[in-house]
């Protein structure tokens, strides 16, 4: 199982401080996505067949020069579209609808009121929102409908359920949208139709999967830290390859006490894992004395780390 086998929903990054929280929120909704930048083409998407698109929102107003577009191809594709905040606007705007400056603008908690059916809001109908925004759509493109307003936003949601194309001037992503995640699901799950299969189970047999035939028939050797990362990276490769690992656990004496025990008793005999214990504990401390400058001691420490580990592996 690799990448491939997973629906994909892209998100397109317009300098948003949530496209990471969007990404996010559609795993959490097991079904995998990809952060892109706003300059990608709509033959880079076509290339990547993804179940849907999220434009996010960003720091910009439409109507400033030089303001970060998206290829209008990309409408033409036939895939899902989902606009947030900023990317609703541009929806509107780059489809015919209108984009106004406003004098008050929305920010925080705001009361919103369904209009009518709504494929995306049909879960939802009324809530609270988070807004955030100084410009507001004030006409729809031709073919859309808007599909709930606000006291200042009189297009708070728009849609053409028609193209697939969707856009909610407040932000799904975030906790002060309580319902936001239904939002989301209601696009990736119901207008999508991404299936929900990015899940734990499935993501460590993909990267198994991809290590088995990465690795073959050959060797290969982790260094571990103590830390979660290359933790993980062991245990993971370990599931892979078994016998074909070994681990190289620099002690530095720099964990706290008790803790590398911990990691060769967790490695070695619980995983079973074929693990070198390189006691280096006082090499660090001679290598360290005198050093008072934080971002030395943290080269310094890279250092030995690297100087360890090769003579560990040169042994084998």
Same mark, same amino acid.
């Given at each position: 199982?690799?990448?491939?086998?997973?629906?994909t929903?892209?998100?397109?990054?317009?300098?948003?401080?949530?496209?990471?929280?969007?990404?996010?929120?559609?795993?959490?909704?097991?079904?995998y996505?990809e952060?892109?930048?706003?300059?990608?083409?709509? $033959?880079e *998407? !076509? =290339?990547?067949?993804p179940?849907?698109?999220?434009?996010? +929102?960003?720091?910009?107003?439409?109507? &400033?020069?030089?303001?970060?577009?998206?290829?209008?191809?990309?409408?033409?594709?036939?895939i899902?579209?989902?606009?947030?905040?900023?990317?609703?606007?541009?929806?509107?705007?780059?489809l015919?609808?209108?984009?106004?400056h406003?004098e008050?603008?929305?920010?925080?908690?705001?009361?919103?009121?369904?209009?009518g059916?709504?494929?995306l809001l049909?879960?939802?109908?009324?809530?609270?929102?988070?807004?955030?925004?100084?410009?507001?759509i004030?006409?729809?493109?031709?073919?859309?409908?808007a599909t709930?307003?606000?006291?200042? $936003?009189? *297009? !708070? =949601?728009?849609?053409s359920?028609?193209?697939?194309i969707? +856009?909610?001037?407040?932000?799904?992503? &975030?906790?002060?949208?309580?319902?936001g995640?239904?939002?989301?699901?209601?696009?990736?799950?119901?207008?999508?139709?991404?299936?929900?299969?990015?899940?734990?189970?499935?993501?460590?047999?993909?990267?198994?999967?991809?290590?088995?035939?990465?690795?073959?028939?050959?060797?290969?050797?982790?260094g571990?830290?103590?830390?979660?990362?290359s933790?993980?990276?062991?245990?993971?490769?370990?599931k892979?390859?078994?016998?074909?690992?070994?681990?190289?656990?620099?002690?530095?004496?720099?964990?706290?006490?008790?803790?590398?025990?911990?990691?060769?008793e967790?490695?070695?005999?619980?995983?079973?894992m074929?693990?070198?214990?390189?006691?280096?504990?006082?090499r660090?401390?001679?290598?360290?004395?005198?050093?008072?400058?934080?971002?030395e001691?943290?080269?310094a420490?890279?250092e030995?780390f690297?100087?360890e580990?090769e003579?560990?592996?040169?042994?084998?």
């Open positions: 199982m690799t990448l491939a086998d997973f629906d929903v892209l998100v397109v990054d317009f300098g948003a401080q949530y496209a990471q929280l969007i990404a996010r929120r559609v795993r959490e909704a097991h079904v996505s952060i892109v930048p706003h300059g990608v083409t709509a $033959a *998407v !076509a =290339a990547r067949a179940a849907g698109i999220i434009l996010s +929102g960003g720091p910009k107003s439409v109507h &400033v020069p030089g303001a970060p577009q998206i290829d209008p191809e990309v409408f033409e594709l036939g899902p579209v989902l606009g947030i905040c900023y990317g609703a606007q541009l929806v509107a705007s780059q015919g609808g209108v984009v106004a406003t008050r603008g929305e920010y925080g908690r705001t009361a919103m009121e369904r209009l059916d709504s494929r049909g879960l939802a109908g009324d809530q609270t929102v988070w807004m955030s925004h100084g410009d507001s004030v006409e729809v493109p031709p073919g859309f409908v709930a307003r606000t006291a200042e $936003a009189p *297009v !708070a =949601a728009l849609e359920s028609v193209r697939g969707y +856009g909610v001037q407040f932000h799904p992503e &975030v906790a002060h949208t309580p319902r995640q239904e939002v989301l699901e209601a696009f990736v799950h119901g207008v999508c139709e991404a299936r929900p299969t990015w899940t734990m189970t499935s993501i460590i047999e993909s990267q198994v999967e991809a290590v088995q035939a990465q690795v073959g028939d050959e060797r290969v050797i982790c571990l830290s103590g830390g979660v990362d933790a993980v990276a062991a245990a993971l490769v370990h892979a390859i078994g016998s074909q690992l070994t681990c190289v656990y620099v002690d530095t004496g720099l964990m706290r006490e008790g803790e590398s025990d911990q990691v060769v967790t490695f070695r005999r619980h995983q079973g074929e693990l070198i214990h390189v006691r280096a504990a006082e660090f401390f001679e290598r360290l004395a005198g050093v008072v400058d934080p971002e001691k943290r080269k420490i890279g030995r690297i100087r580990f003579v560990a592996a040169q042994g084998l």
